[in-house]
């Protein structure tokens, strides 16, 4: 097992890299996903908190040189992205990500990682003619006034290194507002390096895959005679991972006696009163 550059782990260490992390998508997603055998990464500008992504919306403005103001809006042609979360079973993502009516992926930090290999990049480079990077880690969640005042990055000294390192913008792109803390991402950022080239101008970025997906979950919600269909429809697609129905809203049955007393959650059919 080999072990991933430190460079590239954002508030992670090695130890970490074998944490189970779920991924929340519509199922005619995950059909092409299974049909065409390629995970997309999208650009962090498609994103919808406008506080995402916020450096590169940034100007600088040197006031001794009175230079026209820099923008840094060039880095967001450089990364792609992807979000997942550490959150093993929640309503909240069953109903904000997919109206609990989708699936449930599940991996390893690691194998995410993983998925985008030497051949993918080997690929991209062919593209572009530049090196790509792939960075995964764990997003900080920040109070708002935090943002730009963090000990996570310093502005000023991001500043001061003009031009700015794509590394040091990669970092911009594991934070968040604290409002959103619930949310517990796991991020994996591609960095093509290519910057305003017409050559790679893509929303989305389809990377080939192998062997990420360990169990696949049906929402909860979904009946049992849906579920079916779908689990068929996954095994047609040559998934042989685990498929499961979530068990979120399921409610065992159970009995208790205290004394005399017993508490039940069966219902019980009582005699019907005959006439005398």
Not at 193 to 198: G, L, Y
Request: aromatic fraction near 12%.
């Amino acid at each position: 097992m080999s072990r991933i550059n430190k460079k590239y782990l954002i508030n992670l260490h090695e130890d970490d890299m074998d944490q189970p992390i779920y991924h929340y998508i519509k199922f005619d997603y995950l059909y092409e996903l299974l049909k065409s055998k390629k995970n997309t990464l999208v650009k962090p500008f498609k994103w919808n908190d406008p506080f995402e992504n916020f450096m590169s919306n940034l100007n600088i403005h040197d006031t001794k040189s009175n230079d026209f103001p820099i923008t840094l809006l060039a880095f967001q042609d450089a990364f792609y992205a992807q979000c997942w979360t550490m959150k093993k079973e929640c309503d909240l993502m069953w109903q904000s990500y997919v109206h609990h009516n989708g699936v449930k992926l599940e991996t390893t930090i690691r194998r995410l990682y993983n998925s985008i290999t030497e051949q993918s990049l080997a690929k991209i480079k062919e593209i572009t003619g530049k090196n790509a990077e792939v960075y995964i880690g764990k997003v900080k969640y920040l109070q708002k006034n935090e943002l730009l005042n963090s000990g996570f990055f310093d502005l000023k000294k991001l500043v001061s290194k003009w031009p700015i390192s794509v590394d040091e913008m990669a970092k911009t792109l594991f934070v968040k507002r604290k409002e959103f803390q619930s949310e517990e991402e796991i991020r994996i950022v591609l960095n093509t390096n290519c910057m305003n080239e017409e050559n790679y101008q893509k929303d989305k970025l389809d990377i080939p895959f192998n062997d990420l997906i360990d169990e696949i979950v049906i929402a909860p919600k979904i009946s049992n005679d849906i579920f079916l269909c779908y689990k068929e429809v996954i095994e047609k697609l040559r998934f042989t991972g685990k498929i499961k129905h979530s068990d979120l809203y399921k409610f065992d049955d159970f009995e208790v006696q205290v004394g005399d007393i017993i508490l039940s959650s069966k219902l019980i059919n009582f005699p019907k009163l005959g006439k005398s």
